[in-house]
């Protein structure tokens, strides 16, 4: 080959592999490290216990994670929301949070065209952003409007939860925090400042306070018609 | 009717094919300027919300996919229906195709939050996703149509075009029905989910495609191609009407089949009543469908002004089944009246912006254009002597 030939060759091959590479060497494999297969964390919410004027976990999940309004109307973020529900016989008002049910059959895992939404080995259902694609199929999915699409750039973003613009996003259950050994911000800002409605644990712990707690009270998820389980619980409702 | 062999030319440089391209590489330009400012600014600068999270681009390019589906009704027609008279226009039927496909799927992708991420969609397939079916079914169809194409333009190859041909037909079935299942197979959204959105979207596919089709063919002969034969155009027109007939009842038998559950009547009261701006789209939607019945069908038949009130019908509905169906509350606690300060419990609402409509209108160009450069370097339109 003459140099000239060698040297396009050449150039061809490193732009070819430069814009192939990062779609496809890039993506992190270690998406569900730290989950244990063995264990099903679930939230119960005791809505009788929740307030309409308590934001507590709303807030504090914005602060663990770094979401909050931008002015951008009904396009901000909202992984966790306040929602109040009125029986229009009675007229009497609940007040419950509504995030990520945490599906055990998630449509948004069945609908992602790339897979980029998962189940990690525990049961939690989260976002891979780094193969997200931002199509936005699971929020057309999704039941509850539990996921959200990052419409504008982002800064002030915390270490354990990068927030990338274009990708879909949702509550985690602050996986980074139960892989050490702590509890989601929700729960604990509910118990802190909140009405204590929240209960986190695990479902396969037969003797653990989740376990007997929904033993005694009926609960169940939200759109529970539709037969997708969950993991968020709700009792009162 | 003979079955003459028709001789077929390239469409022969003008001032008016070039007076077309530039207005269309205007548009295919704001296009991509649109998709841009998106990826640079986020699509908070457009209309889309977390409510309704696909708009207008959804609109143009789903728009634009149905109607490749159903620009290859003249191709199939000579292929696989023996139609002797549509062989002269099967190869603008194929290269039409071709190009709303690929118009509508670069909207689609410019569109995406992530479009520099598209490869990673190509390696990773989910395969429980329909939308990664129809990832697979759109590129197979670029590929059976591009081999289609080239059968039916290249003489010595044309006897293979019929088993092709029927593949594509096929294919296209599948193609339209997994499209209009990216909708059905929603659970969480009674608006969209069920199996009759792959009929709707089959009929769709027919009458747009056919409208759009004859639109397209006499925009060629305006350029300087053969107008297609006064006969074939409105044997083709009395098919779109059917066809056009069959899309409004798909579209009524779906608000029907929901009218009849209770569940879904605050649903359908919005859709079909109450909701402002979409029942007014709804029924001006049909009213402009069933109008094309008349030039369509009558014995004094005006396919062209048939084809343009199906085309704009057909946008219309289209508009108010994707838009209307996001704007529809979800019920997030059946048997109870939600609200909240992300606006559950009330009907969403969406402005498409500038460069939302910039971005379809480009993938329109985008269309058109590859449409153009198709008949100008290759030998696919009939000769003006025919």
Not at chain 1, 209 to 215: F, N
Not at chain 2, 291 to 296: D, K, M, S, Y
Request: charged residues 15%; proline residues 6%.
């Amino acid at each position: 080959m003459t140099p000239r030939r060698t040297f396009l060759v050449a150039a061809l091959t490193g732009a070819g592999m430069a814009t192939l590479a990062p779609g496809l060497l890039l993506i992190p494999a270690q998406a569900a490290a730290g989950a244990d297969p063995a264990r099903r964390f679930a939230i119960l919410i005791d809505v009788t216990r929740c307030s309409a004027d308590c934001t507590a976990c709303v807030t504090a999940c914005q602060a663990e994670q770094g979401w909050g309004p931008q002015g951008l109307g009904a396009a901000d973020p909202h992984w966790v929301r306040k929602v109040e529900a009125t029986d229009p016989t009675t007229g009497s008002t609940l007040s419950l949070p509504v995030l990520c049910q945490h599906c055990d059959n998630p449509p948004c895992v069945d609908v992602c065209p790339t897979g980029a939404s998962f189940v990690r080995p525990d049961g939690i259902v989260l976002v891979d952003r780094h193969r997200c694609i931002g199509c936005r199929f699971c929020q057309m999915a999704c039941p509850v409007k539990a996921r959200s699409f990052v419409a504008a750039p982002q800064d002030d973003q915390r270490p354990h939860m990068p927030r990338g613009q274009g990708t879909v996003e949702a509550c985690t259950l602050c996986v980074h925090r139960l892989d050490a050994g702590r509890q989601p911000a929700c729960v604990e800002a509910c118990g802190r400042d909140g009405g204590g409605a929240m209960l986190f644990g695990d479902l396969t712990d037969p003797d653990g306070p989740l376990v007997r707690a929904l033993a005694a009270r009926a609960a169940s998820s939200l759109r529970a018609d539709l037969g997708l389980g969950g993991r968020i619980r709700y009792a009162g409702l | 009717m003979a079955a003459a062999t028709p001789i077929f030319t390239a469409l022969a440089a003008n001032r008016r094919i070039g007076g077309v391209v530039a207005l269309l590489a205007l548009l295919l330009a704001a296009g991509l300027a649109a998709a841009h400012r998106v990826e640079l600014s986020g699509h908070a600068i457009t209309g889309m919300t977390n409510h309704v999270v696909w708009g207008l681009p959804h609109v143009c390019a789903l728009f634009l996919i149905v109607a490749a589906s159903g620009a290859l009704n003249v191709a199939s027609l000579a292929s696989v229906f023996g139609r002797v008279e549509c062989k002269g226009l099967a190869p603008l039927s194929a290269l039409l195709a071709l190009a709303l496909l690929v118009g509508g799927l670069s909207v689609l992708v410019l569109d995406l939050g992530r479009p520099d991420r598209l490869l990673v969609a190509m390696v990773h397939q989910n395969p429980t996703s329909i939308f990664a079916w129809n990832i697979g079914l759109y590129v197979g169809f670029l590929g059976l149509g591009v081999v289609y194409l080239g059968l039916l333009i290249e003489r010595r190859l044309n006897r293979f075009a019929a088993p092709v041909g029927l593949a594509a037909f096929l294919w296209r079935l599948v193609l339209t029905s997994g499209t209009g299942l990216i909708f059905g197979l929603l659970i969480a959204r009674p608006p969209f989910h069920g199996a009759m959105m792959a009929p709707l979207f089959i009929a769709m596919s027919l009458a747009q495609g056919g409208a759009v089709f004859l639109l397209v063919a006499h925009l060629l002969s305006w350029l300087g191609a053969a107008q297609p034969a006064p006969e074939t155009e409105r044997w083709l027109g009395r098919l779109l009407g059917a066809f056009v007939a069959i899309q409004i009842y798909c579209v009524l038998l779906l608000h029907v089949t929901h009218l009849y559950a209770a569940r879904d009547l605050a649903m359908e009261r919005f859709l079909l009543r109450d909701g402002g701006l979409y029942p007014l789209l709804f029924w001006g939607g049909l009213v402009l469908l069933a109008g094309a019945l008349l030039p369509l069908l009558s014995r004094r038949a005006r396919p062209l002004a048939g084809a343009a009130l199906t085309v704009a019908g057909g946008l219309v509905q289209l508009y108010a089944l994707l838009i209307g169906g996001q704007a529809v509350p979800l019920d997030l606690l059946p048997g109870r009246v939600v609200r909240s300060e992300f606006g559950d419990g009330v009907p969403a609402s969406y402005l498409p912006s500038l460069p939302e409509a910039a971005l379809g209108l480009g993938g329109v160009a985008l269309a058109l254009l590859l449409v153009l450069l198709g008949c100008r370097v290759l030998r696919l339109v009939p000769e003006a002597s025919r």
